[in-house]
């Protein structure tokens, strides 16, 4: 099996509501849709949802270095997951949001070769439950209380709280909310980078009474190495983000004991490769692990679905942002029960494909 051609479509999604982090807000996302098709005439999909402020990509950036990959990858085996993954690191640096979107759609193919379930052809098994938070933007505490209120009515089993802005008291939103929820709902939050080491120690101490699952990367990145100092002082277990991006971040990570658990995203490991030797540092340090993603569709949710379903250290997911869309262009693929389990498919690959009619309204680049 070689790849014959790859087609890169520029989707533009609305949002439903405005979402906003402590990196900025947005209305709308912009995504690169992968379709491979190969001399056998199997078709396998990818996505990615750049996020300039944490890989230094977007959209745009995507259809031209997705361009430039795929003129390398024809002809390749899409199988020979670690010569993709080689031949595409060696053509250029970084670029892991869009080099994501072609590994998954190689992982799709192979498994749709294998004629089995993505789960199954990276070596999983169904034996556990997933189920997805929803997370509740940064803003003021009365709307963001009102979120988490909204959230909790409609069933959800956690609730992931954006934080870091700087605009308000983040314990008192932290405070506001738990007493509104209640007790019974988890609660974690994310700063996305947000605080200084000081400010990170001192809110950190102060939430923790609120009975707090995790925090997410609470300082910037480029301080990672400094993680280890607000771990040591926090009461509330730290969760590595934006400063693990592959395995090689892993490894540093888990030497100077930074941080309690991992957060994985496909769209930071270039792929399911990678994600994978992520995965393989962790469970020798026996830590704890979560998948999350970017603004995706349906279609990266259920990569990591599928990926979830690999390791009994992957225990937390954060699989809501399809959810945020206001249309769904992927026809398959995971499904969102009533209490919030996600299923997957038990056809082969992700089991899923875009709709044509769709993609017929993005602008698309064909590499053949």
């Avoid at 439903?16 to 982090?21: G, R, S, Y």
């Avoid at 974690?188 to 080491?197: E, T």
């Avoid at 930074?258 to 994600?275: E, P, Q, R, T, V």
Wanted: proline letters at 3%; hydrophobic letters at 40%; a neutral charge.
């Amino acid at each position: 099996m070689k790849i014959k051609s790859i087609e890169l479509f520029l989707a533009k999604i609305n949002l439903k509501q405005v979402f906003t982090t402590s990196l900025g807000s947005r209305d709308h996302n912009e995504n690169i849709f992968v379709r491979i098709a190969t001399d056998k005439g199997q078709i396998g999909w990818g996505e990615c949802s750049p996020n300039p402020k944490i890989n230094g990509e977007t959209a745009q950036t995507g259809l031209i270095i997705g361009s430039m990959l795929a003129k390398v990858l024809l002809g390749k085996d899409p199988r020979e997951h670690d010569e993709i993954m080689a031949t595409m690191d060696k053509s250029i640096y970084g670029n892991t949001s869009i080099k994501s979107a072609i590994d998954i759609a190689c992982y799709d193919l192979a498994a749709r070769d294998a004629d089995q379930p993505l789960y199954l052809y990276l070596g999983g098994t169904l034996s556990k439950k997933i189920y997805t938070d929803y997370t509740v933007s940064v803003n003021d505490i009365d709307k963001m209380v009102i979120d988490a209120k909204r959230i909790k009515e409609l069933g959800f089993p956690s609730i992931k709280v954006k934080l870091g802005d700087g605009k308000a008291d983040d314990i008192a939103r932290i405070a506001a909310i738990r007493k509104e929820v209640g007790e019974e709902i988890d609660l974690r939050v994310d700063a996305n980078q947000g605080w200084k080491v000081k400010q990170a120690i001192e809110v950190l101490n102060g939430i923790e009474e609120f009975n707090v699952q995790y925090c997410e990367e609470p300082i910037s990145r480029r301080n990672y190495f400094k993680l280890k100092k607000v771990k040591k002082h926090s009461t509330v277990k730290i969760m590595a983000d934006e400063s693990l991006f592959d395995h090689y971040d892993a490894r540093k990570l888990i030497k100077d004991n930074h941080c309690d658990m991992f957060n994985i995203k496909l769209g930071k490991s270039s792929g399911i490769y990678k994600a994978q030797k992520i995965i393989q540092e962790a469970e020798a340090a026996q830590m704890d692990m979560q998948i999350g993603g970017f603004m995706g569709s349906r279609l990266i949710i259920t990569a990591n679905c599928h990926l979830a379903h690999t390791s009994e250290f992957i225990k937390y997911y954060d699989f809501d942002s399809p959810l945020f869309h206001s249309i769904n262009p992927i026809k398959g693929g995971i499904e969102y029960q009533k209490d919030w389990e996600i299923r997957i498919p038990d056809a082969p690959g992700l089991g899923l494909k875009v709709d044509l009619s769709f993609l017929k309204t993005c602008p698309s680049v064909i590499i053949k």
